[in-house]
């Protein structure tokens, strides 16, 4: 099976930069599509951006686009995600998900999945 480990979530003022990490075990990686969704208090998990298998597209939720940018290492197994102008808005949980299957917005459509790391943007 495949594991994923999330980093890099923290405090950071609105406006301001994140870059987070979901380094994988397990073989494969390479050929596994790669997501980002977040999970805000009371809120249903929300797909943020996500990467075909061989990096060739990209999606994003509207509301990051031109902030967002979803990235992958396959030679280190490690998927990011950096975050710039970030907003109040953005706090959430964010979780890594990868599935051997094509790119879907539901979480449901998803495989394996990190623990989350916490994100915090104050106004």
């Known amino acids: 099976q495949v594991q994923l480990v999330e980093s890099g979530g923290g405090l950071v003022q609105a406006g301001g930069s994140l870059r987070l990490s979901c380094a994988a075990s397990?073989?494969?990686?390479?050929?596994?599509?790669k997501g980002w969704f977040r999970q805000a208090p009371g809120k249903e998990r929300e797909f943020v951006a996500a990467?075909?298998?061989?990096?060739?597209?990209?999606y994003y939720t509207d509301s990051v686009k031109g902030r967002f940018t979803i990235s992958r290492d396959n030679a280190k197994n490690t998927v990011y995600l950096q975050m710039n102008s970030l907003k109040p808005e953005d706090t959430a949980v964010y979780y890594c998900?990868?599935?051997?299957?094509?790119?879907?917005?539901?979480?449901?459509?998803?495989?394996?999945w990190g623990q989350g790391t916490q994100v915090f943007v104050s106004s």
């Open positions: 397990g073989r494969t990686f390479s050929s596994y599509a």
């Open positions: 990467v075909n298998w061989n990096g060739a597209n990209t």
């Open positions: 998900a990868v599935d051997s299957g094509g790119l879907d917005t539901v979480a449901a459509g998803w495989r394996y």
